[in-house]
């Protein structure tokens, strides 16, 4: 495999991007605020999705989920997990 080009990695990444949210809500019925990371890895991709998962008022104290994402090199969904809950008004001390 001769070795990808920047352009090419970017809309690779776009591509993994919308595939990872688009069947995430597909299979939570909830659609994805943001895709907050996205990595290659050795198979394919990793993203971390921010989900809604309960609205709250004000929307501060609304619940979100953090959901890592792992998608083959075609883009296809094949493992999720859920590692975080948080309000949306919490701001991490680490960084």
């Known amino acids: 495999m001769a070795a990808e080009q920047?352009?090419?990695?970017?809309?690779g990444v776009v591509h993994a991007m919308r595939a990872a949210a688009e069947q995430l809500q597909e299979l939570l019925g909830r659609t994805p605020e943001s895709v907050?990371?996205?990595q290659p890895t050795?198979?394919?991709w990793e993203?971390?999705?921010?989900?809604?998962?309960?609205e709250r008022?004000?929307?501060?104290?609304?619940?979100?989920?953090?959901y890592r994402v792992t998608l083959d090199e075609e883009?296809?969904?094949?493992?999720?997990?859920?590692?975080?809950?948080?309000?949306?008004?919490?701001?991490?001390?680490?960084?």
Do not use: C, F, Q, W
């Open 6 to 11: 920047p352009a090419e990695r970017r809309s």
């Open 36 to 38: 907050s990371a996205i």
């Open 42 to 44: 050795a198979d394919g």
């Open 47 to 54: 993203a971390h999705v921010e989900v809604l998962e309960l």
């Open 57 to 66: 008022i004000p929307e501060t104290t609304s619940v979100m989920a953090s």
């Open 75 to 95: 883009g296809n969904l094949v493992g999720y997990e859920k590692t975080r809950r948080y309000t949306r008004g919490h701001i991490d001390r680490d960084g």
